[in-house]
């Protein structure tokens, strides 16, 4: 049950910061009825909810989630977005917002371990605005930052497709 617990709250918060949409959640909870016993009521549930709001399908996964190591957590979708980053092409911007995102909404933006990686937000803006920085500079940084969070990534989908 752990292990499903880690899985849901990294698309609850996932879903909830960006790094995934509706129907990505819906295809993860369709993919874990079919291939996992006991699944929880809940995926059951959300796999139901195609048309819902997106706040609605955070709270039925959220309502699942009864032990929830937030650090954990955000390590996953950090790791995630470092994957996305890097192999998927995704934008600088899309992934520090993202990152951003997941920070703020979990409390960790003013932890220590997180600050540096949370702050580049502020310095992708003043490049942005011409004020300071070079857009060069931001993108090595925040690579570097998310590099740490790789092996997280593939932590996570060990807990996906393991058996």
């Not at 990505?24 to 369709?30: A, E, R, S, T």
């Not at 925040?142 to 990534?153: A, P, V």
Request: proline content about 1%; charged content about 25%.
């Amino acid at each position: 049950m752990e292990r499903f617990q880690k899985i849901i709250s990294v698309y609850s918060y996932g879903l909830g910061c960006g790094l995934y949409n509706r129907n990505q959640v819906i295809k993860l909870c369709d993919d874990l009825i079919e291939t996992k016993d006991n699944v929880p009521i809940e995926i059951i549930e959300t796999s139901l909810m195609a048309k819902s709001k997106i706040e609605d399908i955070e709270h039925t996964l959220m309502s699942a989630i009864h032990q929830l190591d937030i650090e954990k957590m955000a390590s996953y979708i950090l790791g995630l977005l470092y994957k996305r980053l890097t192999l998927e092409g995704f934008s600088v911007e899309y992934v520090i917002k993202c990152t951003s995102k997941i920070l703020l909404h979990t409390g960790l933006c003013h932890d220590s371990k997180f600050y540096s990686l949370y702050s580049i937000e502020d310095s992708y803006n003043l490049c942005i605005k011409g004020v300071f920085f070079q857009l060069d500079d931001i993108c090595q940084e925040l690579h570097s930052e998310l590099e740490n969070y790789e092996i997280y990534e593939q932590e996570f989908n060990n807990l996906l497709w393991t058996k």
